[in-house]
């Protein structure tokens, strides 16, 4: 009757609660609902979750969603997480739930839109979407700059923190999605960004191990991914060449 | 030095952020940003919210933005607000966390893409954009059906509460930008959802007199708009029978 993280590591959120709790040394048991197998559409998991998306914990009967809400629970109802992860400072905090809110309609929209459209969706079989991964892009290169001059503007982590907090595992989860773009776009996109690219080396050095380890799947994933998309750029040169 | 809310009532976060300081008797001074003057762009405020847009405040040296990290921050920093809004209690709590990072990409995110993109943007000289008001409705509906059949179906208000929290305020105002359609379009929207408009009708309630007295410049406007659309949609009407 512990804490059970529902939880596919393809998923960005996901990824930040379970590494989370790593880090944190919590005991919990990690059930993998698999979103490509559509896992998260079975009556089960809807009792857990009804909007049928990932990541879910249960703490006994106790049933919660949304990843950052989640974060903040798991800092308060288990001891011995340390205070810079959720400091109970009221204007820390604060500013830490400033950043999140942001993150909704900013990094994370512009990320899920550039990324679902133009690699994930085709990659299992859905249709691409270049007008909506465009659309994406651009919400995605505007955040990266209101990170890059704003809320790394004070300090080595967001909101002027010298450690990270929980915005920070989960935003910099958001970003590593663009693992599955190619490197030439993942380069071009991130590369103007010095402060970001900083802060994503200093979050993964401050989770190591459980950083590296649990991205294992998008590491596989993303090589897979890219000689899928290499060999048919390769058809189609080969066709326009014929 | 005290509490300043940075706001323009036509926007909604901005009416649940000076609802709520006026229904828990707080002392604040309302700074109007009127965003069709374009004045969230003005250096000045600005440096206040470096995203340009409302509600923002400052107390004292202290600033925020973002509707629901303003609204926990005024629970926990002024003293007298009844628990109800933000309850201590940890899985309480952990729900209104839920709720409103759910409101984000989902009744928020739809709202603002159907009223936006087919009423305030041609209204304001910007271009209609049918396809994206489209697709707001379409998040709209869903957003409405999840708020029936499951926010709302433990109680009066979202997440089995007898008595509102600030996620209730915080929808709720969303949900009023819905007036700014034709009626015929807002009752198509509205009407199949029966507990939604109870939950509507109990917050603004619970909400009285300030609830009605801070939409008073929507209802205002409302009224232009609507006349507006009906001379146009006459003009119309009588070109297509000449």
Redesign the interface.
């Known amino acids: 009757m512990g804490l059970k993280v529902y939880a596919d590591r393809m998923s960005q959120p996901s990824r930040a609660v379970v590494i989370f709790c790593k880090i944190n040394g919590i005991d919990f048991e990690e059930i993998r609902i698999d979103i490509f197998k559509k896992q998260q559409f079975s009556p089960e998991y809807k009792a857990i979750n009804?909007?049928s998306l990932v990541p879910a914990i249960t703490d006994g009967r106790?049933k919660?969603?949304?990843?950052?809400?989640?974060l903040?629970?798991i800092c308060?109802?288990f001891p011995g997480v340390a205070s810079h992860w959720y400091p109970g400072d009221?204007?820390k905090?604060?500013?830490i739930?400033?950043v999140?809110?942001?993150h909704?309609?900013n990094l994370?929209?512009g990320s899920v839109g550039l990324v679902f459209n133009s690699i994930l969706a085709p990659v299992n079989g859905f249709p691409s979407n270049p007008r909506a991964a465009k659309e994406g892009e651009k919400i995605l290169l505007k955040s990266l700059s209101?990170l890059e001059?704003?809320w790394l503007k004070d300090g080595r982590f967001l909101v002027g923190s010298s450690q990270p907090s929980i915005a920070d595992l989960s935003l910099v989860c958001e970003i590593m999605q663009l693992e599955f773009l190619s490197e030439k776009d993942r380069n071009r996109i991130l590369s103007p960004y010095k402060k970001v690219l900083q802060w994503i080396d200093d979050t993964k050095t401050a989770t190591a191990p459980h950083f590296d380890e649990v991205h294992g799947i998008l590491f596989k994933a993303q090589k897979v991914i890219r000689e899928r998309m290499k060999a048919e750029s390769g058809k189609s040169e080969l066709k326009s060449k014929l």
Chains 1, 2 share one sequence.
Do not use: G, Q
């Open positions: 009804p909007m106790f919660l969603f949304e990843s950052h809400a989640i903040i629970y308060c109802a009221l204007a905090r604060a500013k739930h400033s999140l809110d942001w909704h309609s994370r929209r209101k001059t704003f």
